[in-house]
């Protein structure tokens, strides 16, 4: 059984952590370097999501076949994708531009790598004093200028058709079908902007309008402070955090070096560590300098409620993305391979009938009804699950 696979990208300018905060979110080794365009080629990996185990609820230990179980958290896994650095003009082609762009299209929402603590320039290179907010603007921008050309393709287009009856919305959903928007949605953000279904009477401003708002709803984005180990991270977070030009971002305080740390110690038996927890335990003997290093993450996590590494993956998520996490179950508690085997991501309107469909096609063909295992209680096809829910669906089969 394997449903969709959702995919976070990690963008941001080089030397900002992506890399770092990739291998600490997937145990990989990609390599890290404190100089500008280390990756090359993007790697995709496994990470993982957490959510409430349901299986304790029912006196039951459960049997995942995909992903873990740890501390009674459920980690699902999810497509994480270390993008190549951006730099000013990527959009034109400088850097690796178009590269970049390519695969960034293909993920369904962004962790936007930061780093907090202002010690690298626009370009990746070493300096001091650098503001993280210039980073965060000229992200956003950059993808809105692509956006931008994209979306004038489909103007031209339409000026060279709407004789032959076509529509605008259709034909601007076309030339921006690479990000899922549909001719309604267009249609919507025209609307809700304020503007006529009539590109010429839209100016550049209103053209970029539309851009950023078809760009903010097709690729959400959290922004990972990262660095926030360093003194530096940790005031420009104060800064920008009170910041009201910057209160609508999601930002999520992060240090990938702390969860990596972390991580290795787990490996080497030196400490008990589940992802995304905001304590540890040292188990073993560590060197002085190894404990004094363990007594500083110590301290960062319980300020910061972890490492942000696994919270910038749930965030970016469950809350950006809206999805939910919905277990299979069986009512009767009869499992035949093991309890509780399959929790499924699934967009946040999803019905039980989806359900059935996401998990298999046969299923979603037989549909009777489901039954929601809390409760014993029926649930229609038409019914929107909620978020950690338990669902036996019942078919024909
Ligand atoms: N203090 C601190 N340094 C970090 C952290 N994460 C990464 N770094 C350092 O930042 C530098 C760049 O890290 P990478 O992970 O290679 O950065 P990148 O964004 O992948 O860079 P490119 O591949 O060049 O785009 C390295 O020297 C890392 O050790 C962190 O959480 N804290
Ligand atoms: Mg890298």
């Not at 287009?157 to 009856?165: G, I, L, N, P, V």
């Not at 959903?173 to 690479?178: F, G, L, P, S, V």
């Not at 928007?181 to 953000?189: A, F, G, W, Y």
């Not at 699950?385 to 019942?394: I, Q, R, T």
Request: net charge negative; proline share 5%.
């Amino acid at each position: 059984m394997s449903a969709v696979s959702y995919k976070i990208g990690l963008v941001g300018k080089p030397s900002v952590g992506k890399s770092s905060f990739f291998n600490a979110a997937t145990m990989n080794d990609v390599p890290e370097g404190a100089y500008p365009f280390t990756t090359i080629d993007p790697s995709v990996g496994e990470a993982y999501v957490r959510t409430a185990c349901a299986a304790p609820e029912f006196g039951e230990e459960c049997a995942p076949n995909v992903g873990y179980c740890a501390d009674g958290e459920r980690f699902v896994p999810v497509k994480l994708v270390d993008v190549a650095g951006l730099v000013p003009g990527a959009h034109e082609g400088r850097g690796l531009g178009n590269q970049f762009l390519t695969d960034l299209n293909e993920a369904d929402v962004l962790v936007h790598v930061v780093d907090f603590s202002g010690k690298t320039d626009a370009e990746g290179e070493a300096t001091e004093g650098h503001d993280p907010r210039e980073d965060i603007d000229f992200l956003e921008s950059e993808l809105d200028q692509w956006y931008l050309e994209i979306l004038r393709k489909g103007i031209e287009r339409y000026r060279k058709t709407h004789f032959e009856d076509v529509e605008l919305a259709e034909e601007l959903a076309e030339q921006m079908n690479a990000f899922g928007t549909t001719p309604d949605e267009i249609e919507r953000v025209i609307r809700r902007l304020d503007l006529e279904l009539d590109p010429e009477t839209w100016d550049d401003a209103d053209e970029l309008a539309l851009a950023r708002t078809i760009r903010e709803r097709t690729k959400p984005m959290v922004i990972a402070a990262n660095k926030l180990d360093t003194p530096e991270g940790r005031e420009h977070y104060e800064e920008i955090t009170a910041d009201p030009a910057y209160e609508d971002a999601t930002i999520v305080p992060a240090s990938a070096h702390a969860e990596k740390a972390l991580k290795r110690a787990a490996e080497a038996g030196v400490v008990e560590y589940t992802p995304g927890a905001d304590d540890f335990d040292v188990v073993a003997d560590a060197s002085d300098e190894q404990a004094a290093g363990l007594e500083r993450i110590r301290e960062f996590v319980a300020a910061f409620g972890g490492t942000g590494v696994q919270a910038a993956l749930e965030v970016a998520l469950f809350e950006e993305l809206g999805l939910k996490a919905i277990f299979t179950g069986d009512a009767s508690l009869d499992w035949t391979h093991g309890p509780f085997p399959d929790v499924f991501l699934l967009p946040g309107h999803a019905t039980t009938r989806d359900f059935a469909y996401y998990i298999h096609t046969d299923i979603g063909d037989g549909f009777l009804h489901g039954i929601d295992c809390r409760s014993k209680r029926q649930l229609g096809r038409d019914t929107v699950l909620e978020h950690n829910a338990v669902v036996e669906v019942v078919t024909t089969n």
